[in-house]
């Protein structure tokens, strides 16, 4: 059980944003323990764990990845309102969607984080074997081949997973997290 | 945004559970509001805002209640993940689906507390002035009046809201919530 400054500020929400293996799941969890360091706690909202649970009755169709994205959003917008920073990492592949999810949250606590890795380094990396499968034809609608992503026009943050080390990255999504802390003279 | 141990606990559900009008909200914001005073952070989860938002596609058919259920567990125990302690608050009217929560809570971090009080009270407060609505058949399966409420058998915390003050309620939850508090060396 957690303790905390009883002023309950609204919290703020990361969206890491990008392709399967372009690193989203594991530059979030190196921002958690960062910033556990520093005694301030954020919480993780993973696109697979969020799929075992509050989406487990959706697929992979356009609509599917959609309610999955907007419930995504609800969720990051309960714990924001909680006062927590939330780290989450979907796909979301969709513009429209990452819209609307800036909308729930509110634009003002919302940083949207382009996870950009080539293609061809992601299903190199390939850390689920999802790519080897998809190329199969065992994953239907497998974002990058058979499904689009639409990468952001203007994300907050911009992250070039194929030229940064993870230290790296997490150094880029600290230094603009600290300069909205900062402006909220937290 | 919040400061906490960077030792991170499994945090604890406190699901209530009752009619409309039993005081499950007015409770769990009251147990919230002396738990900042102890600077303990914890989370309100209310049953109307989840509508509004997770659940938003949902309805009030029995299976729609069933998944709004399912989904309100899983968004608890994300949040119960991140070393909080939620407050849940609703109807949540079916026996299978509160015990479902607790499987997806685990038995161990959830606390099942039956906000109980008679209909007649309940209908006589009438805040949201549902029963009104309900009487007049504006409201279709209305727990209590035109659907079932299954009350708990075996509930943690039992409150008998038309005998007890807000303060006294909150007392209950309390002691009985340092109790496990004071178990895990808090």
Redesign the interface.
């Known amino acids: ?6 002023s ?2 609204p ?2 929400v990361l969206w890491f944003t990008g392709l399967s293996g372009a690193g989203k799941t594991t530059i979030a969890h190196a921002v958690h323990e960062r910033l ?2 520093d ?3 954020s ?1 993780i ?1 993973d696109g697979d ?1 969020f799929r075992q ?2 989406a ?2 959706l697929g992979f169709s356009d609509a599917d990845r959609s ?1 999955n994205n ?2 995504a959003g ?2 990051a ?3 924001s309102q ?4 939330v780290l989450a990492a979907f796909v979301s592949p969709f513009r429209a969607d990452r819209a609307r999810v800036r909308e ?1 949250i509110g634009a003002a606590n919302f940083v949207e984080i382009f996870v950009d890795c080539p293609l061809e380094e992601c299903e190199r990396r390939d850390p689920k074997k999802l790519y080897v499968r998809a190329r199969r034809g065992e994953v239907a609608q497998f974002t990058g081949l058979t499904s689009s992503y639409e990468a952001p026009l203007s994300p907050e943050i911009h992250l070039r997973t194929d030229r940064l080390t993870v230290d790296q990255a997490v150094d880029r999504v600290l230094s603009s997290l600290f300069s909205v ?1 900062d402006f ?1 003279k ?1």
């Open positions: 059980m957690s303790k905390q400054s009883p309950q500020q919290g703020l556990r360091r005694e301030i706690s919480a909202l764990t649970g509050v487990r009755d309610e907007r419930r609800e969720v917008r309960l714990f909680s006062g927590m920073i729930i802390a909220r937290l």
